[in-house]
């Protein structure tokens, strides 16, 4: 089974912090995408990355992925409110299926 | 107009009884897949059908039993009700089996 490790998995910071969450796995992943999961809604992806090495921004958030595809983070510059959620990585693996990390649930204080 | 819908989100019921769950996705998407996400929020494959097939059945216990009546459909079907089934079931589609997922808002079931 391959596994992805997010960290950490719980995070509570005021608005206007920076912050990076790491999703780490041994497995080579062909690509690796990251989703947001508001309170009472399904995940929303946000960014895939493909390429080793590959960076992403969207908006105050910037994605990237390991040289060798087994790991990725996710920092997000002066964060605010409308950020809480949870943040879900999930790697393209052989056999048909996205496999996701534990998640990282994130709450922003005002 | 909602890409990928399921019913109910809400679902309280007893020990022992049957329920299902419906899933219905208008992306015109050829895979499908129901979730589990417990308590501690990590969200695991069930089942992934691809064009009304079973692709993928992970170690779930046989009274969950997917339906697929055609592509635009997944629905779940649980017998025999168990406390720990208690979880947020979500579907999701994709244009190929390793794509972009399209989630719907989970139905949320609790098992009394």
């Not at chain 1, 206007?16 to 690796?32: A, D, H, I, K, P």
């Not at chain 1, 964060?79 to 990282?104: H, M, Q, V």
């Not at chain 2, 009274?63 to 629905?75: M, T, V, Y």
Request: glycine share 8%; charged share 20%.
């Amino acid at each position: 089974t391959q596994l992805l490790e997010q960290s950490p998995q719980f995070l509570s910071i005021q608005e206007g912090e920076n912050l990076t969450v790491y999703c780490n796995s041994s497995s080579v992943f062909s690509s690796l995408q990251w989703y947001r999961q508001e309170p009472g809604e399904g995940p929303v992806l946000l960014v895939t990355v493909v390429t080793g090495g590959e960076v992403k921004k969207l908006k105050r958030l910037t994605f990237q992925f390991g040289d060798a595809r087994k790991d990725s983070s996710l920092h997000i510059t002066a964060d605010k409110k409308d950020n809480t959620g949870i943040y879900l990585c999930a790697g393209d693996t052989s056999g048909s299926r996205l496999t996701f990390g534990e998640g990282t649930q994130l709450t922003v204080n005002p | 107009d909602t890409a990928v819908s399921q019913t109910p989100k809400y679902l309280v019921t007893q020990m022992g009884n049957d329920k299902s769950i419906k899933c219905e996705q208008n992306l015109g998407h050829d895979t499908m897949y129901w979730y589990k996400q417990d308590s501690k929020k990590f969200l695991k494959i069930m089942f992934s059908y691809n064009n009304k097939e079973l692709i993928i059945n992970e170690t779930v216990p046989n009274r969950f039993s997917p339906k697929s009546p055609d592509k635009a459909h997944l629905n779940l079907h649980i017998n025999s009700l168990e406390l720990g089934d208690s979880a947020v079931y979500f579907c999701a589609s994709s244009q190929v089996s390793r794509g972009e997922a399209f989630f719907g808002q989970g139905t949320r079931l609790t098992v009394v």
